[in-house]
């Protein structure tokens, strides 16, 4: 259940696999399976179109025998001994032997007065993106709520197209909760000289409309106000875990599963956004992890399991994110660090974690050739003496292959 990458890569892994039976791809959506990283970049830019988006073929999925059911959503999953029943919200059933949730997460709400006026849009389908897109032909001023990874790749989108744009962090610094203060800081210089006004430890308490229902102002805790023509919220996502809850499977942020997406009964995983996995730094801890690697990554395993084939070793996992002239990129999990070195070089940063002297994740901003290195490395155990990997003289592969 879920038609984005997690549940087609299910789907496709379990054709690779040879599976004979027959696989069903369920979305709620009235499209084939799509790309999501493309809507707050190059389709909200207009550098993309709608035919670019699609993850595969019409073509691709008949010769592969997977049927995709569109705009049908799931109201309840039965389980039996050995599978059991999806009924759909049309009350037509599919009955299955194995089952993958991939239900996603869904964009978390600004829970203020105004939040449903007319101009205030969320960025996570693409109709979503197709609104906001239109929006922003002929706004002059955006307030966008948030300043995670959609929330600074929006305001920099719209910043390139002239608009004036507000960003409204209601945290001591951007990205704080998945990087350390060096790229916080580094992101916020680089998007204030091109022009983004963004506020720091600001709470947003009220969205102002006039009389037609239009979005007007920001109201903050404070008492100021901030023009807005459109208001993007960005404030993170909610995994949709509400149909493996009453199916019984034990959940907590999201879908609880292994390494191999695994849940807590027998022939049922869960993949991509909606799972909550083993956190690989903090023994005993959980996560759940927004990406598309993610989602590939664990829909090939989960497929192994429900073919029951030994699962292969898990890739190092990676994110990116493009704001204007900046290409961020991330390998490994950094949560858990305890310590970090900075390297700095003119419009090129590389931030290496390190837990117990081990190197564990990289950020890089404009410097592919670091990420490539620290990913690689990641994948092969391999690490840094963290007191010479400041050394600007050795590059991030020469201090990893251990020519330093």
């Known amino acids: 259940m879920g038609a984005g990458e997690a549940g087609l890569g299910v789907a496709t892994e379990l054709r690779d696999l040879a599976f004979g039976g027959h696989v069903t791809v369920i979305g709620d959506e009235p499209?084939?399976?799509?790309?999501?990283?493309?809507l707050s970049k190059g389709f909200l830019e207009g550098k993309e179109d709608e035919d670019n988006l699609a993850l595969r073929a019409p073509a691709f999925l008949d010769?592969?025998?997977?049927?995709?059911?569109?705009?049908?959503?799931?109201?309840?999953?039965?389980?039996?001994?050995?599978g059991g029943t999806a009924t759909l919200d049309d009350a037509t059933t599919v009955q299955f032997e194995k089952l993958a949730f991939a239900t996603g997460a869904r964009a978390r709400e600004l829970p203020v007065p105004g939040a449903s006026l007319v101009g205030v849009y969320t960025l996570r389908t693409i109709e979503d993106a197709k609104q906001v897109r239109t929006a922003l032909v002929d706004t002059a001023?955006?307030?966008?709520?948030?300043?995670?990874f959609i929330g600074l790749e929006v305001a920099a989108a719209s910043r390139r197209r002239g608009l004036e744009v507000t960003v409204l962090e209601a945290t001591p610094r951007l990205l704080g909760r998945v990087c350390a203060p060096p790229l916080s800081d580094y992101l916020m210089k680089r998007h204030a000289a091109a022009g983004i006004d963004i506020r720091l430890d600001t709470s947003v308490v009220e969205l102002v409309g006039n009389v037609d229902g239009q979005v007007t102002h920001v109201r903050l805790a404070d008492g100021a106000t901030i023009p807005a023509d459109v208001v993007i919220v960005g404030v993170g996502a909610l995994p949709n875990v509400e149909l493996a809850e009453k199916a019984g499977l034990e959940c907590g942020r999201g879908i609880v599963v292994d390494q191999a997406g695994r849940t807590s009964i027998d022939g049922v995983v869960a993949v991509g956004d909606c799972a909550e996995q083993p956190h690989?730094?903090?023994?005993?801890?959980?996560?759940?992890?927004?990406?598309?690697?993610?989602?590939?990554?664990?829909?090939?395993?989960?497929?192994?399991?429900?073919?029951?084939?030994?699962?292969?070793?898990?890739?190092?996992?990676?994110?990116?994110?493009?704001?204007?002239?900046?290409?961020?990129?991330?390998?490994?999990?950094?949560d858990g660090y305890d310590a970090y070195v900075v390297r700095a070089e003119s419009t090129r940063l590389t931030v290496l974690y390190f837990q117990n002297n081990r190197l564990i994740a990289a950020d890089v901003v404009n410097n592919p050739r670091d990420f490539l290195a620290v990913k690689r490395a990641l994948g092969e155990g391999r690490s840094i003496d963290p007191e010479r990997a400041d050394d600007l003289s050795f590059s991030v592969k020469e201090l990893l292959q251990g020519q330093a």
């Open 280 to 334: 690989p730094n903090l023994p005993g801890q959980r996560l759940t992890i927004e990406s598309v690697n993610n989602a590939l990554e664990q829909s090939k395993l989960a497929a192994h399991v429900l073919t029951g084939v030994e699962t292969p070793r898990r890739g190092v996992a990676w994110f990116w994110s493009d704001q204007a002239d900046l290409k961020i990129q991330i390998a490994g999990i950094s």
């Open 31 to 38: 499209y084939l399976p799509y790309q999501r990283p493309p």
């Open 63 to 82: 010769e592969h025998d997977i049927e995709v059911l569109q705009g049908r959503r799931v109201v309840s999953v039965d389980l039996a001994d050995k």
């Open 141 to 148: 001023r955006l307030v966008v709520v948030g300043g995670g």
